[in-house]
């Protein structure tokens, strides 16, 4: 890489290894790549993520909205649910499974831990005999 890297953050994350070397990774259909260090994407989002959670067994993550605004919830206190708007930051705990709820357009900043997690599918939809 060279010493001073543009990074078109539509096409690449940020991998930040344990020795704080930085590699791109480029963004790919599914769940977002994880490293054995950190990941640090940008992610432009209009719809909820198309999983039913996810969790990061290795680390805390940290969102933080550039504009937009969403909602956090996590499984183990859903009431207790987590609203940003431009500018502010939520840690999600180690080992919390979560899903970020779009509630506006938004683009955010993620740092997620890994080289471990974990996505739960959509639930398949059931069909009733027409």
Known sequence: MAK??????????????????MSLVEHRPGPPALCDGFIVGVADMVADAPHAGELHPDGDELIYVVSGKVRVVGETAPDE?????????????KGEWHRVRILEPSRLIHITPGPHGDHRPLAATVSSPA
């Open 81 to 93: 649910h987590c609203e940003l708007g431009p500018g502010e930051v939520c840690i999600v705990s």
């Open 4 to 21: 001073i890297t543009k990074v078109d953050s539509a096409r690449f994350s940020v991998a930040i290894s344990r020795d704080l070397g």
